[in-house]
């Protein structure tokens, strides 16, 4: 059983989704809730579907703390699989090597094309609907110490429609982001118990 967990800081719609998908497969199992803020969704989560859920602060200035806090965790919960789910600042790079490259993150436009520091949420529609695209795409990519740098690993598009405002696409993406990110997740743990990943 690949033992996942979920690092966020917003209302946690992506990490619902990963843990109800869990609770249906036997591929892989939530072991761990980490989010930065107690007022995110995480703890709520982790109390309603009996998870861990632990609060480890990030603070620019002490980006070395934070990172042993986190490896800590996921070294003793013996991690396969990190999710970032709505964690949007730059991943240490030391937890990336601590946990063997296996991380993962979900963009919500097309990568390399609208990717990037500062391309995050809003900004990242508003520059796909100004590109003049016909649709756009949700990206799941492997992390790495660069922001949307790494191997793209799945992609679902996202059809543009006439009318369509910056506010409109987030939602409409969003609403398929979760269940696109939980049936990634499930295949990267089949092939992850086949010992088709590294």
């Known amino acids: 059983m690949i033992r996942v967990a979920l690092l966020g800081s917003g209302q946690g719609t992506i990490a619902r989704a990963v843990v109800m998908h869990a609770q249906s497969t036997r591929d892989f199992r939530v072991e761990l809730l980490v989010t930065t803020t107690e007022t995110s969704g995480f703890p709520g989560i982790g109390r309603e579907f009996g998870i861990d859920c632990s609060v480890v602060t990030y603070n620019a200035g002490a980006s070395e ?3 042993s806090q986190l490896i800590h965790l996921l070294r003793a919960r013996k991690i396969d699989l ?5 964690f949007t600042r730059l991943l240490p790079a030391t937890v990336i090597l601590a946990i063997d490259g296996r991380v993962i993150n979900t963009h919500p436009g097309p990568l390399p094309e ?5 391309m995050y949420g809003l900004h990242v529609h508003r520059a796909v609907l100004e590109s ?3 649709e756009t795409a949700i ?3 492997w992390v790495t110490e660069h922001y ?5 690993i799945a992609v679902q598009t996202v059809p543009l429609r006439s009318g369509d405002t910056p506010e ?7 609403e398929i982001e979760a269940p ?19």
């Open 114 to 118: 609208f990717g990037g520091k500062g």
């Open 65 to 67: 703390e934070f990172s």
């Open 132 to 134: 003049g695209r016909t």
């Open 139 to 141: 990206t799941i990519h």
């Open 168 to 174: 409109v696409l987030q939602q409409r993406a969003k």
């Open 148 to 152: 949307d740098d790494g191997a793209v």
């Open 180 to 198: 696109f990110v939980a049936r990634t997740v499930s295949e990267l743990a089949e092939a992850l118990s086949r010992g088709d990943l590294p």
């Open 82 to 86: 990190l999710v970032l789910a709505g």
